[in-house]
């Protein structure tokens, strides 16, 4: 059971990536305005833009609950490696939920409805806000080799630095997407480090006695 829950884990991350991709390589099909390069994502999304509604479900809402779905299937791999790592993926599930979230809490294209955009940043902001602490407890908790905490620092130092940090210029747009990119690799690495440890270790059990 584990390691079908594991392997499922790793399917529903990779269906966030893909989706997410699609997403943005569709994103100027009835708005050839549309920049990656300076625009957020979250613009495409924003109400009143056509294509709106369907945007936004293939770049945040699906690939946000994908990734909960994926957590909840990883979490038996990390149930007896203490609390750091049990609190460390919960913290991760609450910036997948905030990611969805963003497509459920759109822009307003008009900018007039202030309540909207307080609520799609609030979401923003507690995607990455969450993910930081998430990565730091995953590394001292999960136990997974050093090459996985050195990933997890690694993504919760980038994350917001180019999230947040990077100069907000005519390149913004290529830098959130290189954050939301290094975000959900973590989540496609994650899934493939527990899935590959977990099966290593169900394989070197002995046999059951018949």
Not at 11 to 29: C, K, P
Not at 78 to 106: C, D, E, N
Not at 150 to 171: I, S, Y
Not at 175 to 193: E, S
């Amino acid at each position: 059971m584990t390691i079908e829950k594991t392997r499922r884990g790793a399917v529903l991350a990779a269906l966030a990536a893909l989706s997410f991709t699609l997403a943005l390589l569709l994103a100027a099909v009835g708005l050839p305005e549309y920049s990656h390069r300076i625009h957020p994502v979250a613009l495409r999304g924003a109400s009143g833009l056509p294509g709106a509604m369907l945007f936004n479900a293939g770049a945040f809402l699906l690939p946000g609950i994908a990734l909960l779905l994926a957590s909840q299937a990883l979490r038996p791999s990390l149930a007896k490696r203490g609390w750091a790592a049990r609190i460390g993926l919960t913290l991760a599930q609450l910036s997948a939920l905030a990611f969805g979230l963003q497509g459920a809490l759109p822009l307003d294209a008009s900018g007039q409805d202030e309540h909207a955009m307080r609520l799609h940043a609030l979401m923003w902001m507690l995607w990455w806000i969450a993910f930081v602490p998430a990565m730091l407890l995953l590394a001292l908790g999960a136990r997974r080799g050093a090459g996985f905490a050195v990933a997890c620092l690694a993504a919760g130092l980038l994350v917001p630095l180019l999230a947040v940090l990077a100069p907000v210029d005519a390149w913004v747009g290529l830098a959130q997407r290189l954050a939301f990119a290094l975000w959900l690799g973590w989540w496609l690495l994650a899934a493939l480090v527990l899935s590959r440890v977990s099966v290593s270790a169900q394989e070197s059990l002995p046999p059951a006695r018949r």
